[in-house]
C-alpha cells in the first residue's frame, strides 16, 4: 500500500472535479455536503500531490 501512496493525489482531484460536474450537471448544488465533499477531495489530492512532488524532488 505504501508505495501505491504517491499515485493518490492526482486521482483525488479527479474524483473532486467529477464530483462537483456530476452535482452540477444533476442540479444538486442545493446541498452543501456534496459540495465541499468534491472541494474536500481537491484540496486533499492537492496536498497530497505536493507533498509527494517535494518528496520526490533533488532540489
Given amino acids: 500500500m505504501r508505495k501505491y501512496s504517491r499515485y493518490i ?3 483525488f482531484v ?3 472535479v ?4 456530476l452535482a452540477f450537471i ?3 448544488t442545493d446541498s452543501n455536503a456534496v459540495l465541499f ?3 474536500l477531495l481537491i ?3 492537492t496536498v497530497g500531490f505536493i ?3 517535494k518528496k520526490t524532488s533533488k532540489y
Fill in 9 to 11: 493525489g492526482l486521482p
Fill in 43 to 45: 484540496l486533499v489530492g
Fill in 37 to 39: 465533499t468534491g472541494l
Fill in 14 to 16: 479527479y474524483a473532486g
Fill in 26 to 28: 444533476f442540479n444538486v
Fill in 51 to 53: 507533498i509527494n512532488t
Fill in 18 to 21: 467529477t464530483t462537483l460536474a
